[in-house]
Every structure is written in structure tokens, then in C-alpha cells.
């Protein structure tokens, strides 16, 4: 955390006060979109959508809109191209949710948008202002596990006008990675989940090495949204397992396409002094079922795509940067288990082996064999057999 941006106050005091306008300011002034220079046809369209807007139309057509648009003279907007260019900063700026992927609606009130989904993820003082029924099997399923049905979805936006736009305000909540679609009639919203993760799911299964995103400072939403990504973007699904799915608070086991290769994505606060650098961490960790080996080839495909996903989610946050910040497990296992394991850094990883002094055991760390599975490593081992060859041959 940036300790110059961080302001404490005092009821009927100043204090502080002025220092936080001018850093409030400063911020605003750093955002991509200050100070450009913007056509004026573009603040007559932001009129006509305040004015929508205020006529109560919560949704709105994109088609109906650029009929309007196009053939009023005096916006000055004479192409379907512009209009949507207009669409997108006035999206990026917070204005209207636009989504160049849900081409066909426009959603104009932002924060009716906002508390469609405060009713989905209540609690129970939430419940009691809703005046709904908390009792049925399906509600409890979403309170504990996650799993929203589209009949307790119907419950929780009753008596409202979000029942009437519902196909809509799934669609903009999914592209937002706020739920994950499993089916058309359930969706998982994963910050609903309060089910501990067991670790006895991968008792009978061969594992990889774990691979650290490492982080200084890392929002839960994050996870939460590289979970969602993965399932809606990704064509995976929770593991289904001894008759329930493999989805909890901060550990989530996905099934890949090919259907038996799995993943583990797992979000972890790692309090031992020797991580005090990067003291959160996003895990990943493939399995399949015993005598089933990993394929390496399915396990570097994980790595790319799941690095892309938290690389577009953590855009923008630059407390959240990836790049270069990866790390292992220096102990094979599986996630959970109970013996002693530490990260180490990949550019710490240099020899064949390292010798981690980090558990309260030193032991010797084989880089290779925890490395492979996200790694390519034969220029490296062929590096090191040339290496070895020659200076066999200084020798002769």
C-alpha cells in the first residue's frame, strides 16, 4: 500500500481534509480519459442517454437508439461506428454498462445494475428487507455453496423491475465475470460461497507442482473473478465429486475440456515471515485420477490461458502487476496437505537444484521436476548436458 495515499479523518476536524482533496484530485487527473479532447457531438448523445435515463428506461435497445441517433441532424453523429466509439468511453467513464459483446442492449442507470446484484448476494438482514422466504433448499444452496437457481433468482428480484430485464442482467453479470453460467437454469456467484475446502477430494489422484502468481496487495475479487472467467471463458466446469461439485471459499477444482485433466485454483495469504514480499498468492495445480499421468502439454496451455485472464482482470490495478512475479511450491503434494511447504521465486530457480532453507527442515529442491509441468525445460536440460559434455572433454 502507497502510505502517501492513505488519509485518516476526525468527526468536526480538518485535518487531513485539504491533503486528500489535492491526492483525490491528482487521481482523477491521472485517468486515461482526462483531458481529452472529446467531439461535441458526443455531450449531446451523454444528453439524450441522461434523459432516457430519467423517463425511467432502465434497458435499452442499441438498434433503437442508433435509429434515433442517426437520423437526428443535430447530434452530428452520422455513423453506426461513431456511435459506438461514443458508447465505449461512455462506458469506460462509468456513464452506462455497454459491452461490445451483448451488442443488442445498452444498460442506462448504472446503479439499478449495481443493486440487481446486491439482492443476489445478500445476507440475512438483506432477507428481512427483501420480504422473501429464506427456507427453501435452493436458497440455502446459494447462501452456502453458491449455486443460484433461476427459480431463487425469480424470488430474490420479485415485486422489481429486474425480473422483467432478467435474460438481460445475466448476461451483463456474466460478461462482467460476476457469475459464472453452469447451465441456462443455475449459475455459480462464487462470493457466496462459504464452504471450507477438504483436502481428501485429491486422495486418490496424481498432482503437479504448484505454480504462484505472487502479489503484494491482492483484492478477493480477483479470485473470484478469475474462477468465473475460467468456467464462462474457458469451457471448464466444477468437478463433481463424491456427488457434490468441488467449488468452496478459496479453493475451486475445475474439470478441463479433455475431461479428466483438472486444475485447482486456490487463493492464499501467506503469513510466514519468509513471504513477507509477496504475502498473497493465487495457486494453481493440475490433477488427474490415479494411474492417469499429467500431460505437460495440458498443464503449460493452463498456464498461458489462466495468466491471461488474471493478466486482463488485474489491468489497470498496478498493485496487482504479474508479470515476472511467479513462483513454486518447493514440495510436490497435494494442495492442502500437511506437510511444510514454501514458495520460491522462478528467478531463484536458476540451477538443476536449490537448496531451500526456507521450511523448517532444509531440504534439497529438484527444479526440474517441479518446474516441468509449466515450463519448458528441454533447451534447458540440453543447456546443461552441453555444459557437462565439454567440460568432460577440458578434462580429457
Known sequence: MDKSRVFSFKKESKKNVKDFK?????????????????PISWTKLESVLRKLKEKSHKVFSVLNLSRFVLKTNELGINNEEDLLDALMFFNDTGVILYRIEIKDIIILDVQWFVDAFK??????????DMDVSSDTEEFKTLRKHGLLS????????????????????????????????????????????????????????????RLCFLFEFLPFVIYHRLVVACIN????????????MSIFHTVTILTCKDDYHRVLIA??????????????????????TKPREIDIGVTLKLKE???????NLTRGLPSCETSSQLGYRCRIQPFGGNQESH????????????????????????VDSICRFWKVILFVNLKRRSTY???LSLKQ
Open 150 to 209: 433461476s427459480n431463487a433468482l425469480n424470488v430474490v428480484w420479485q415485486n422489481s423491475e429486474f425480473g422483467k430485464h432478467k435474460k438481460d442482467l445475466v448476461s451483463y453479470m456474466k460478461h462482467l465475470d460476476m457469475l459464472a453460467e453452469l447451465s441456462e437454469e443455475k449459475w455459480y456467484v462464487p462470493c457466496m460461497n462459504k464452504q471450507k475446502f477438504e483436502c481428501k477430494f485429491l486422495d486418490n489422484c496424481n498432482v503437479s507442482s
Open 119 to 128: 439482492r443476489i448476494i445478500f445476507d440475512e438482514e438483506h432477507i428481512k
Open 305 to 311: 490461458d489462466i495468466f491471461r485472464n488474471l493478466t
Open 22 to 38: 489535492k491526492c483525490f484530485a491528482s487521481t482523477v487527473k491521472l485517468q486515461s480519459h482526462w483531458g481529452a479532447k472529446l
Open 267 to 288: 487463493i492464499c495469504d501467506n503469513k510466514e515471515p519468509t513471504h513477507n514480499d509477496f504475502p498473497y498468492s493465487i495457486e494453481i495445480q493440475s490433477n488427474v
Open 343 to 366: 514458495i520460491i521465486k522462478e528467478e531463484e530457480m536458476l540451477a538443476s537444484n536449490y537448496d531451500c532453507a526456507k521450511c523448517s527442515q532444509p531440504h534439497i529442491v529438484d
Open 233 to 244: 471463458n474457458m469451457w471448464m466446469k466444477p468437478w463433481e465429486s463424491t456427488g457434490r
Open 389 to 391: 559434455m565439454h567440460s
